[in-house]
């Protein structure tokens, strides 16, 4: 019989070696230059964004249009949403990251997604189209809080109850 004694395996901490700390705290000039570096790639962000709103666009073309490979492009369009809704907000515009999240809610939650739920993801796209085109950074502001308030609208049509 084997031995019942459970072995705890504590893996090492390498992030900890990684940060720089004084006896402040964390480094305040190594925290300066890090921001001026995300500062620095904003304006590559909107290049970034816009191949991403291509990519997204593409994918979501080919579930409409290919019902026999529908989940593998349902997929494509998570991953690529997940992508953007981790960058968004790293570069100043946060109704992206919100998007591209109800994106990812609707595709988790949305057992077998038709028709309704591809409408909705359509309209997510043409909003995240919207926000980059109109520069909407930040929360957008009002517009952008309407955008949201209407976009939630459409998501609570097509999620389960």
């Not at 001026?36 to 666009?57: P, S």
């Not at 980059?132 to 502001?141: A, F, H, P, Q, V």
Request: some cysteine; glycine content about 8%; aromatic content about 4%.
């Amino acid at each position: 019989m084997a031995d019942d004694k459970a072995e705890f395996i504590v893996p090492p901490n390498r992030l900890k070696s990684k940060v720089t700390f004084s006896e402040g705290g964390i480094d305040a000039a190594a925290l300066e230059k890090a921001e001026q570096v995300i500062a620095n790639l904003q304006g590559n962000y909107l290049d970034w964004v816009e191949e991403d709103l291509t990519a997204i666009q593409a994918a979501y073309e080919k579930a409409a249009s290919d019902v026999a490979e529908r989940k593998q492009h349902l997929a494509d369009i998570f991953r690529i949403a997940h992508d953007m809704k981790g960058q968004g907000g790293s570069f100043g515009y946060q109704l992206i990251t919100l998007i591209a999240n109800q994106i990812c809610r609707v595709l988790e939650k949305v057992e077998n997604p038709g028709e309704d739920a591809l409408e909705v993801i359509k309209v997510h796209i043409h909003a995240m189209r919207l926000v980059i085109t109109s520069r909407m950074e930040g929360d957008g502001g009002k517009a952008g809080a309407g955008m949201v308030k209407g976009l939630e609208a459409t998501v609570a049509k097509v999620l389960p109850k």
